[in-house]
Structures are given as structure tokens and as C-alpha cells.
């Protein structure tokens, strides 16, 4: 299976929905991506009385699971669910969500009082102009190269012991293991079920951590996975290994590499750092702000294991420190006598 089959067949088909009108002219603010990032981002800038645009090609992260856990209130609820309401939200305080994905972002002239300026083109071939550029793409989840494994993505094949942990709790377990990370993913793992298989799959394990998998139970197989089986229902039954032998397991938790979704964006020059057994991220300070002038960077594009709720709140925080740098902006605009920003965040 190649990397693009693979990824197709994690995807979840995820039907377009109403999209707004692209804005003319300048806005003030451009969210790429509409997961709970930047929506959170784009509430704070709509409600702060900015002109902002959420461009999103809608396909979140976790749009294979059936409902999102683990954040407060909203635990239990669809992620489809959450997406379309902070839509409505946003729309209502007059921000647009347009449905279509970026295929280039970069800065252009300033304006004439010295104020940033980037063009986002679509997929399309439309493009909008902005002052300010939130990034919020989230990431890709890449997972090893076993067959069969993809295609239980999101519900028998798990990475996350708070998002669907309680829901595989007591199942027979086998830990796919991608490195060093696995190790204390076993232990998380252990505490939701007795029935638990650390599969090294090639990585290293030192001695002590296999006398602290003994301690606990958990049991090693050092021979390579060849495949995911599944029973004549198509559920997943277990993991064939390289001698031929099955182990029953009905769950496999395996911590992908988490890739930030940087595709169209190379014109922002953003840097991107790389996090040792974990995956590549935009790199970025507090409250997401970049070393690129007037682009912030949000949710799971930078912070890899940001769940929906750490996503939502950087993307509040670096909407409201958009808002904050307009507002010096406007200011500095009005002291030069050049027409200043108006309480709408209209163009200029
Ligand atoms: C299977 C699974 C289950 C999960 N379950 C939970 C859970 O129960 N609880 C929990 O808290 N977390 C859960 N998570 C984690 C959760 O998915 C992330 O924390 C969350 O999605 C991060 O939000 P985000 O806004 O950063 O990115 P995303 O939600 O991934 O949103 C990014 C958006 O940007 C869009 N985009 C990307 N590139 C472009 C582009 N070039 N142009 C336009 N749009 C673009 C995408 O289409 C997407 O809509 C789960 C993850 C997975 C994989």
C-alpha cells in the first residue's frame, strides 16, 4: 500500500458544507483551516468586531472517531457535530467558513501606511487578500506500514488512551510499537485493560523496561507484524506475525508520526521543527505567534498532542493576540493620519 492509498484509507469522506462567499477586498484576518483551532481563533477575531475568513477543506483529524472525549461538556458529541455548531457560531457574529482548500499563502506588498498584506489563493483559483494569517491545518497521523492496519484507523486501531480508551477498556490489546514513545503508551494502555501485548515490531526494548512490562503483566512479542486480521465480519481479530502465528487482539494501539499538514503553505516560510519520536510541527511562541510577521499558528499544526480542547483554546489565545496586534496597528495607522482601521475592522 503506498502512502496516498494509506491515507485514503484512514480518511473519512467528509461531504462539503454551505460555504460563504470569499470576502473582497482586504480582511483583516484569513483562518486556514476550520477544525477547532481555528474556528476558536475566528470566533475570538469575529467577536472582536474583525473581518475574518475560515478557508477549510474539511477533513479534521479525528473525523473517523464517532464522538469526541475527554473535553468537558462536550464529551460524547460528534466531532461533526462540534465543527458545524462553531461554524454557526462564528457566522453569527458575522465571520465566514468557505469550504476549499489553500494551495499558496504568501505575503504581498504592505499597504500604503506600512501595514502587512498576504494572498491566499484556493484550490480554485480564487484568492483573498489579509492582514493577518492564522494557521491552523492541524496534522497528519502516519501510521506504520502494516497492512490491514489502516483501515481500522479511529475505531480498533487507536492511538490515544484519553480519546477512545474508555470505549476499548478490557478489550485484548496489542501495542504496535513505532519506538522508545511505546513504551510509556503500553503503561497508559495498561491501566484500561489486564489483557495487554507489547509488539516490538523491530524497535529496541531495554532490559528494565521489559522487567517493568513483566511487573505489570504485559507481555512481549518480539516477532515482526505482517498484517492486521480480521474475523469473517470484518471486525478486527488480531495480528498475524512474521512465523505465521495470530494473536487474538480485537484492539491495536500504535502511536502514529504526527506530521503537521505544511502542504500550500511553503510561500509563509514558515519554520517547522522536528520532535524526536513524535513528528514535525510549525515551531512557534506564545500564544502561536511565529518568526514570520503577522501569521500565528494553532492546534495540532504546532502542538502534536493537543487534544480538541488545548486546539480550541491556542487558537482563542492566538486569535485574541491577532486582535491585540491590529489593534496596535490601527493605532499607529491613525496617529500617521492615514485612515485608521474602523471599529467594524472594515478594509483599508
Ligand atoms: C481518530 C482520532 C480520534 C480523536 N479523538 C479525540 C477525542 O476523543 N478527544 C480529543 O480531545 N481529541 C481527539 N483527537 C484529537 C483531535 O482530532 C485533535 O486534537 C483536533 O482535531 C485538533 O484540532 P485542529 O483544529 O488543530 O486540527 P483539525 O481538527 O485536524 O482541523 C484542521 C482543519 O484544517 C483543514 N486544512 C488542512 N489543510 C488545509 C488547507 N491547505 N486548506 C484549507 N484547509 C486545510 C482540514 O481539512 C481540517 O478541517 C482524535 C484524533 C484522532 C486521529
Known amino acids: 500500500m ?36 481555528g474556528l476558536n481563533g475566528a470566533l475570538i477575531l469575529a467577536r472582536s468586531r474583525r473581518s475574518v475568513v475560515v478557508i477549510d477543506s474539511g477533513s479534521p483529524r479525528n473525523a473517523p472517531a464517532e464522538a469526541v472525549h475527554g473535553f468537558i461538556v462536550l464529551d460524547g458529541t460528534p466531532p461533526s457535530d462540534v465543527l458545524r455548531r462553531g461554524r454557526e457560531q462564528v457566522r453569527q457574529y458575522g465571520g465566514r ?18 501595514d502587512l498584506r498576504f494572498t491566499v489563493t484556493l484550490a480554485d483559483g480564487r484568492s483573498i487578500t489579509a492582514r493577518r494569517i492564522l494557521v491552523a491545518t492541524g496534522l497528519t497521523d502516519v501510521l506504520p506500514q502494516v497492512p490491514g ?30 519506538g522508545p514513545v511505546s513504551i510509556g503508551h503500553a503503561f497508559l494502555f495498561r491501566q484500561l485493560t489486564e489483557d495487554l501485548t507489547y509488539f516490538t515490531h523491530g524497535t529496541g526494548l531495554d532490559e528494565d523496561s521489559r522487567a517493568r512490562f513483566a511487573a505489570r503483566g504485559i507481555r512481549v512479542v518480539d516477532t ?23 494473536v487474538a ?35 512557534s511562541g ?14 495540532n499544526a ?18 485574541a493576540d491577532i486582535n491585540r496586534m491590529l489593534a496596535i496597528a490601527d493605532t499607529d495607522a491613525a496617529l500617521q493620519g492615514i485612515a485608521g482601521g474602523s471599529p467594524q475592522g472594515a478594509t483599508r
Open 2 to 37: 503506498t502512502e496516498k492509498e494509506r491515507q485514503e484509507a484512514m480518511a473519512v469522506a467528509t461531504p462539503p458544507y454551505a460555504s460563504d462567499a470569499l470576502a473582497e477586498g482586504t480582511v483583516d484576518a484569513v483562518v486556514i483551516g476550520g477544525g477547532a483551532a
Open 97 to 114: 467558513v468557505v469550504f476549499g482548500e489553500v494551495v499558496s499563502a504568501e505575503s504581498a506588498a504592505p499597504s500604503a501606511d506600512g
Open 149 to 178: 492496519l489502516a483501515e481500522h484507523w479511529g475505531h480498533s486501531v487507536v492511538h490515544c488512551p484519553y480519546c477512545h480508551g474508555w470505549e476499548v477498556r478490557d478489550e485484548p490489546i496489542g501495542i504496535l510499537a513505532t
Open 224 to 246: 515482526p507484524v505482517t498484517e492486521v486480521v480480521d474475523d469473517e465480519g470484518g471486525a478486527l481479530a488480531g495480528v498475524r506475525l512474521a512465523d505465521g502465528q495470530v
Open 249 to 283: 487482539r480485537r484492539v491495536v494501539a500504535v502511536a502514529a508520526q504526527l506530521q503537521a499538514r505544511t502542504q500550500g503553505l511553503e510561500g509563509l516560510g514558515l519554520p517547522v521543527q522536528d520532535l524526536p519520536n513524535l513528528g514535525r510541527g510549525f515551531a
Open 286 to 299: 506564545m500564544a502561536g505567534t511565529t518568526e514570520v510577521p503577522g501569521v500565528w499558528v494553532a492546534g
Open 302 to 319: 504546532t502542538d502534536l498532542v493537543a487534544q480538541v480542547g488545548a486546539s480550541a483554546a491556542a487558537g482563542a489565545l492566538a486569535g
